[in-house]
């Protein structure tokens, strides 16, 4: 690694996550105080950020997030970074306020790199709607990057991950394949028009996605990060829901399939198998699509449980929005699967 230029670094972007299992067994350690009723969402359930009731109309969200590069381009990497950590916020029917940055970076690079990382979190800040007011730095020996956000929404209109109902509609509002194409660029081997399309996946807030949530029935909703897609749709089913899963209306970036064929894998995938694939039946599923649906997602899309009457009217709007939005699956009551994965809708 040449002194003063972004590489990737090991397991970048959200594949940095530490595994589900691992996490688990340290959070379950920790000592919980007394019951604060005005903490409406914690860690206990696994969301995406936490809500705190501040009056009867309004309830502050707070999230962070942040990792190694996963591109090589600075400004990529901060705009990828940025849109990563604002996406709680949405997946918890939020409106992004404040935004605080949280940089790692060595003395010795140039710091021109640093101000091009900054720049590109700056601009989705701003793109979110929200006020970039301030940060925290500290000199290491690799790149690190993300935010720590702030936003609100009305305690009564929270959109939880666990919250979904037998019969609702699964949509998801991003294609899949970020992770696996990340690491077949790191060895030169992702197809240029795939790796264009997970970079504008990527950099592509949540927010036209979480705008078109509102005007429709929502029961449960998630972002679809590290833990790949089976692993959040797992949490989603919170121990007293099952689902169906079409892989045939999956939607999956271009070259995604071709690279999992060729075994461009990485080791975040295989802890997010070991940790949900437990949880799941595959009926005639390809391994390269197995594959695809525990890829972590890096800055992935919104995975939203609909009321069935909703859903048609939910995706039109979506597309509309020219998300590769999809109608994936289906909620059902509690049995002996929790996720069966389908080739097709029965």
């Known amino acids: 690694m040449s002194e003063g230029k972004i590489t990737f670094c090991k397991g970048g972007?959200?594949?940095?996550?530490?595994?589900?299992?691992?996490?688990?067994?340290v959070l379950s350690l920790l000592p919980r105080g007394e019951k604060d009723p005005d903490l409406l969402v914690g860690y206990s359930s696994r969301d995406d950020a936490a809500v705190y009731r501040l009056t009867d109309e309004v309830a502050f969200v707070q999230t962070l997030d942040f990792f190694p590069p996963m591109v090589e381009d600075p400004y990529l990497f901060g705009q990828i970074a940025a849109a990563n950590a604002l996406s709680d916020i949405y997946a918890m029917g939020g409106t992004v306020k404040t935004a605080l940055n949280i940089v790692c970076f060595p003395e010795k690079w140039d710091l021109n790199i640093l101000g091009e990382i900054l720049?590109?979190?700056?601009?989705?800040?701003?793109?979110?709607?929200?006020?970039?007011?301030?940060?925290h730095s500290i000199a290491d020996s690799d790149v690190k990057y993300g935010l720590s956000v702030t936003g609100v929404v009305h305690p009564d209109h929270i959109w939880t991950n666990d919250t979904g109902r037998p019969g609702d509609k699964l949509i998801l509002t991003k294609a899949l394949g970020?992770?696996?194409?990340?690491?077949?660029?790191?060895?030169?081997?992702?197809?240029?028009e795939g790796m264009e399309a997970a970079i504008r996946s990527m950099t592509t807030l949540n927010k036209a996605a979480a705008q078109c949530c509102h005007h429709f029935e929502i029961h449960a909703c998630t972002d679809v990060t590290g833990f790949?897609?089976?692993?959040?749709?797992?949490?989603?089913?919170?121990?007293?829901?099952?689902?169906?899963?079409?892989?045939?209306?999956?939607?999956?970036?271009?070259?995604?399939?071709?690279c999992a064929d060729e075994f461009l894998l990485t080791a975040a995938a295989q802890r997010n198998r070991n940790h949900a694939g437990r949880y799941v039946c595959f009926e005639n599923i390809p391994f390269a699509m197995e594959e695809v649906l525990f890829d972590p997602q890096t800055s992935g899309g919104l995975l939203v449980a609909v009321s069935p009457e909703h859903a048609d009217g939910l995706l039109e709007e979506l597309?509309?929005?020219?998300?590769p939005a999809a109608i994936v699956g289906e909620i059902c009551d509690r049995n002996e699967v929790e996720i069966r994965v389908l080739g097709h809708a029965e």
Do not use: Y
Request: glycine share 18%; hydrophobic share 40%.
């Open 178 to 192: 970020v992770g696996i194409l990340c690491t077949a660029e790191r060895v030169g081997e992702a197809p240029p």
């Open 119 to 135: 720049r590109g979190g700056s601009e989705k800040v701003i793109e979110a709607g929200g006020s970039l007011a301030g940060g």
């Open 319 to 323: 597309r509309a929005c020219k998300l």
């Open 13 to 25: 972007g959200c594949t940095a996550k530490l595994g589900a299992q691992a996490l688990n067994r």
């Open 228 to 258: 790949s897609f089976l692993g959040h749709l797992h949490e989603m089913m919170g121990g007293r829901l099952s689902c169906r899963i079409f892989a045939d209306q999956v939607p999956v970036l271009p070259g995604a399939i071709a």
